[in-house]
Structures are given as C-alpha cells and as structure tokens.
C-alpha cells in the first residue's frame, strides 16, 4: 500500500487567503507531482520534483509555488487564492513506472 | 501539438468485455500507463507498456502498439466494483512525467 498523505482533505476559504497543502511520502522516492483535476476531468500537472532542491513547473501554468526541502515533503502554496482556483489537488510520487497517488485535497475558494 | 484521446464513456454488464482504446500523439514516448479511479477517489496504477504487444495482469490486459501510436486496456468478466473513469497516459521522457487523457467512464450494469 502506498504512503503517501495529504493534508487537509478537505479545504473552504474566502478569496484573498494564502494557503498551504501538504504532501508527504515515506517511499523515499525522489519524483514527486503535483496535479491539479477538477470533477470528471483529466489530471494536469502543475508542478514537479525530482530532488531535494529541484522543481519545475508542469504543463498547466499555475500561480501556486511548491518547494522540495527534504525527500518525503512536498508542500503547495497559493500566496492569495481566487475562485479560480477551485479544484482537486493531487500529489504524487514515484518509483520506475509507477506514481502512487495520495488521496487528495478538494479545495473551494469562495 | 500533443494529444491522447479516448471515448468519453462505455457502459457493459456484468461479465462482459470491455475495450477502451487510447491514440496518443506526443513529442516523446517512453511508455503508456493506465490508472483506475473510482469516484472520489485517488488514481491507482493499473498497467505500464513500453514495448509492443499484451501484458496481462489478472482481468486486466493492456496492449501497445509504437508504430500505431495506439494501446489500449481490455477489462474480463466485468464487475460492478470495476465501475470507475479509466486514463490512458504516456510517459515522455526518461525521468517519468505523464501526461494524461481525459479519462474513460466505465459503467457496469447488473
């Protein structure tokens, strides 16, 4: 079974807030993602690591920021959230062909 | 540009087959994965192909073929847990990013 947790699951908050989602893992795997999916949609990548140190940004522009300070932690920060920005967050790790998917946060902006 | 396409949804019943088909068009291929997830839920792997040809993994097989740009994943004897959206992605480089369609809702009747 994979380990790999996101906090919180569940997420409301008014326009204008910043904001924090956390993902850890204990594989030890150095790739890790970050997806944004809105309901029956595909996933879009955002963001993703392959190190301690290393991030990039993925195939769907976002205005979040991750920082990858230590293998297992892989945090997301939207500095001031929009409606916009309601959606479903996913956080991924993986090993040779595998990622393994944490459970997500769905997050509403109102 | 880069696309994968598959049908939006297939409805069976239990027992049946069912097929769902992926056509890919992306600047890099190293492989096509498939991933299950039930509603509300996380992404789970199912199958990874790099080569041409049937991998079989229970009652789920999955097929590719490189020249066709084409793969697809065969559900056996249906059940209703199997009932979930269904996402054919490529993998485009060698550190393992995804890229994915926009999923395959299966439907299982009794």
């Known amino acids: 079974e994979a380990d790999i947790y996101q906090t919180p699951r569940y997420l409301v908050i008014g326009t204008g807030k910043k904001i924090t989602l956390e993902c850890s893992q204990t594989?030890?795997?150095?790739?890790m993602y970050w997806y944004q999916q809105d309901p029956g949609m595909e996933l879009h990548l955002i963001h993703y690591?392959?190190?301690?140190?290393?991030?990039e940004k993925g195939d769907l522009s976002s205005e979040s920021t991750v920082s990858r300070i230590r293998t297992e932690h892989f945090p997301l920060t939207l500095e001031s959230a929009r409606p916009s920005h309601t959606s479903q967050y996913l956080c991924a790790s993986s090993e040779q062909n595998e990622q393994f998917f944490g459970p997500g946060t769905r997050l509403t902006v109102l | 540009g880069q696309s994968l396409e598959q049908p939006s949804e297939v409805t069976a019943v239990e027992g049946a087959i069912v097929q769902i088909n992926c056509t890919y068009q992306t600047s890099g291929f190293y492989g096509l994965s498939w991933y299950q997830q039930h509603d509300g839920g996380a992404p789970t792997f199912l199958s990874y192909?790099?080569?041409?040809g049937l991998e079989e993994t229970g009652r789920f097989s999955s097929f590719l073929s490189r020249s066709d740009s084409y793969g697809y994943l065969l559900l056996q004897e249906l059940q209703m847990k199997d009932s979930a959206s269904y996402f054919c992605a490529v993998r485009g480089d060698s550190w393992g990013k995804l890229q994915f369609g926009a999923g395959t809702q299966v439907v299982v009747t009794p």
């Open positions: 690591s392959y190190g301690v140190n290393s991030t």
């Open positions: 594989m030890g795997h150095d790739k």
């Open positions: 192909n790099a080569l041409d």
